[in-house]
């Protein structure tokens, strides 16, 4: 049970440090407009577009944390357990790679600023936690199976006084 109370924690930190990129995405979605003109919306077809992106950003993300919270509870959910492993994979992945590949010569414009030293960053570091939150639940639901199904029977409760 201690595992799985660390898998949760870490489950925890991981929605912490994913809620400001959803709630940043929510306020561009619903009509935002602060940082909007550094951030890039000629990139993808002016602010209309950039709602769009931001709506459906913002309903990923909100379901990563979700998918977290769930998958490293006290109960397994497979469903949503395959959903937090998509996304802390496809997390830390395109936060490595462009943070590997960082800020080409050509493209130092400010999208590309924000991207290389804030978001791509704030990707890895997100997939990773929530990728640690589920290697921590995985770890402790196969050393203690009972809890994959709640809390242990009273009678089973081996080394515990009743």
């Known amino acids: ?3 799985l109370r660390a898998a949760r924690a870490t489950a925890v930190l991981a929605a912490v440090i994913g809620l400001p990129y959803a709630t940043l995405n929510l306020y561009w979605a619903l009509g935002g407009h602060r940082w909007v003109s550094d951030y ?3 990139i993808i077809g002016g602010t209309g577009g950039f709602a769009a992106v931001s709506a459906l ?3 990923g993300m909100l379901v990563a944390v979700v998918a977290g919270l769930a998958a ?3 109960r397994e959910h497979s469903g949503w357990t395959w959903t937090a492993w998509a996304a802390a994979t496809g997390m830390a992945a ?3 790679v462009l943070v590997l590949i960082g800020v080409p010569d050509a493209l130092d414009a400010p999208v590309y600023r924000w991207h290389a030293y804030l978001f791509d960053p ?3 570091v ?3 936690t929530l990728g640690t939150a589920l290697l921590l639940a995985a770890r402790a639901r196969e050393s203690d199976p009972w ?3 709640g809390p242990r029977p009273r009678a089973l409760q081996l080394g515990r006084q009743s």
């Open 1 to 3: 049970m201690k595992n």
């Open 40 to 42: 890039g919306t000629h």
């Open 57 to 59: 950003l913002a309903a």
């Open 72 to 74: 490293t509870g006290r």
């Open 94 to 96: 395109y936060g490595a």
């Open 122 to 124: 704030w990707y890895l």
């Open 126 to 128: 997100w997939g990773l």
């Open 147 to 149: 809890s994959a199904v």
